[in-house]
């Protein structure tokens, strides 16, 4: 097998330095094009292959982002995931995914690993526990010793970076809203989350659409699954104890183990109980009946934070730049599991 030769290796053949055999790699005219043709005809007659490492370390930059979310299982974040790649391929970045499953050590663990060199900026969405327990250090000192960092979805006003948002509110708002115009008055909103911003706001624009509307309140309808409790034995619970005509999943797996037990409860969908769900997976499009949902666009939300990412890491100085909050706009797309406006 041949001895794969370096940059080094060319430099020592011309007698240049490694950066000039950098740049006449790259095509740059900083160098003569005699100098570059002899070097670039060199480097292809001994079948060079650049080193991603060597040329990060020469160049202070990794050309590789870190991307880190609490789980692959919400369709959500695996959509977001693709508008990530996609943003970065066209962009000539590299991106190093790591799942946190949930867990702050984990997240804390990854956002320290990725901070020694690894990438030059950070995308997370970040956990459940890590939003409960209001513990950030591992971001800041991110961007204080690696790069910035862009939040989305998951996000916290206590550091100082880029986010991406959904508008959480006004589309629960708009959910309920829709439900309340068909027809519906018991509305139960239904989650595994808890300790998370996103619940809290969705949770608020539930609540308004329904006083804006003349309907009271009613806190036994606002379902917040614990970890440690039975899904199913919940749920079954609410429906045997609660007269309810619509259910508002808060995320998918929320949405489609309520309309089973409903169903297998012997409830007709919609007739009985309409359903409403996040987020626009491919799931709600074959169950029977399809599912109304709340699109989040997901890959619009991974392709505007690679975006402004990449922007932050290859801006001279930020020290000084206005960091921005960018609000998706969501939609809703009507299926058959809800009743159709007349």
């Known amino acids: 097998m041949k001895k794969r030769i370096t940059l080094k290796h060319i430099a020592n053949e011309f007698n240049v330095s490694i950066a000039t055999v950098s740049r006449a790699l790259s095509d740059s005219h900083e160098i003569s094009a005699k100098t570059r043709e002899k070097i670039q005809q060199y480097a292809k007659e001994h079948n060079y292959k650049p080193n991603s490492v ?4 020469l160049n202070k930059k990794t050309k590789t982002i870190g991307v880190i979310i609490p789980t692959l299982l919400n369709h959500f974040f695996v959509k ?7 943003i970065a391929n066209e962009k000539g970045y590299n991106v190093i995914i790591i799942i946190s499953h949930g867990e702050m050590k984990k997240e804390i663990e990854s956002a320290n690993m990725l901070e020694k060199g690894t990438v030059d900026g950070l995308l997370i969405s970040v956990t459940e526990e890590t939003q409960s327990k209001q513990h950030f250090n591992h ?7 690696a790069g910035p960092i862009v939040m989305f979805d998951r ?3 206590s550091v100082e970076c880029d986010k991406i948002i959904v508008d959480d509110f006004n589309c629960a708002y708009n959910a309920t809203e829709h439900l309340i115009k068909t027809g519906c008055k018991n509305i139960v909103i239904i989650s595994v989350l808890d300790d998370l911003g996103i619940v809290t706001l969705r949770i608020n624009g539930y609540k308004q659409a329904l006083k804006d509307h003349g309907i009271e309140v009613n806190e036994k309808l606002i379902l917040l699954v614990k970890k440690e409790y039975d899904f ?4 079954k619970t609410l429906l045997d104890y609660n007269a309810i005509d619509a259910i508002i999943g808060l995320e998918e797996y929320s949405t489609i183990e309520s309309m089973f037990i409903a169903k297998s409860r012997g409830y007709k969908i919609p007739e009985d ?3 409403i769900g996040y987020t626009n997976g491919n799931l709600f499009k074959y169950v029977n009946p399809s599912i109304t949902c709340i699109n989040q666009h997901a890959v619009y939300i991974g392709k505007k934070a690679t975006e402004k990412l990449i922007e932050r890491i290859e801006q001279n100085d930020n020290s000084e730049s206005v960091y921005e909050t960018k609000i998706i706009k969501t939609s809703l797309v009507l299926r058959n599991s809800t009743h159709q406006l007349s």
Request: cysteine-free; glycine content about 4%.
């Open 232 to 235: 199913e034995t919940e749920v």
């Open 155 to 157: 996000v916290s006003d």
């Open 54 to 57: 060597a040329l990060s370390l």
């Open 80 to 86: 977001v995931f693709s508008g990530v790649e996609q």
């Open 139 to 145: 971001l800041k000192e991110f961007i204080q010793d």
């Open 273 to 275: 109980i309409s359903f």
